[in-house]
């Protein structure tokens, strides 16, 4: 891994690390469960909240996809060090 790279993934490592980020995701699983299928008033609003969800669960997730991928990387530099 470049230390370009090293500093891309640190940066993000540095960010999850913060009270901001966990409140950022403790403000966002509050409006996913908050969406109520009664809620929903036609075709047009279901594609909005249908939507909206998909974007939300993208950010809940974003943390744990670049730990993942930091870990594969590291891992295959391991492999193809041995």
Do not use: C, P
């Amino acid at each position: 891994m470049t230390l370009e790279e090293e500093k891309y993934y640190d940066n993000y490592f540095a960010t999850f690390a913060t009270e901001g980020w966990k409140q950022f995701l403790t403000e966002i699983q509050e409006i996913l469960d908050s969406h109520q299928i009664e809620h929903i008033k036609d075709e047009k609003n279901l594609a909005f909240v249908q939507g909206e969800r998909d974007a939300l669960h993208r950010v809940v997730r974003f943390a744990t996809g670049i730990r993942t991928n930091y870990t594969l990387i590291k891992e295959r530099e391991a492999e193809s060090d041995d």
